[in-house]
Nanobody
Framework: VQLQASGGGLVQAGGSLRLACAAS????????MGWFRQAPGNEREFVAA????????HYAESVKGRFTVSRDNSKNTVYLQMNTVTPDDTAVYYC?????????????????????WGQGTLVTVSS
């Protein structure tokens, strides 16, 4: 599975940005999709995820209420709508796919639980 992230760029604090991640698989609906980010000098951290099938979302506390994760299974694409961004949101954002998530269980939030990764897209928030 190949993942292609896009939509990053420069945005002012308080603004919005939408990231997209297109997957090259006909079984996209069977993958739980996650978004992670990594700022310089920091470890990769979980941002949001959306389960396969019905698409139940899950968010890190730091983005809850500001970011929205969604998926369009007809387009094999997952999105991350980022609103009210702050300079602390500056990072390279990565999308990832998990093929082993069992519905009803905890949604995967550890990078090691994901099987495929996109190349990352840089988001820079200016103050």
């Amino acid at each position: 599975v190949q993942l292609q992230a896009s939509g990053g760029g420069l945005v002012q604090a308080g603004g919005s940005l939408r990231l997209a991640c297109a997957a090259s698989t006909r079984t996209f609906i069977t993958y739980t999709m996650g978004w992670f980010r990594q700022a310089p000098g920091n470890e990769r951290e979980f941002v949001a995820a959306i389960s396969w099938g019905a698409g139940n979302p899950h968010y890190a506390e730091s983005v809850k209420g500001r970011f929205t994760v969604s998926r369009d299974n007809s387009k094999n694409t997952v999105y991350l709508q980022m609103n009210t961004v702050t300079p602390d949101d500056t990072a390279v954002y990565y999308c990832a796919a998990n093929r082993n998530h069992i519905l009803g269980g905890s949604i995967p939030t550890d990078p090691f639980e994901y099987d495929y990764w996109g190349q990352g897209t840089l988001v820079t928030v200016s103050s």
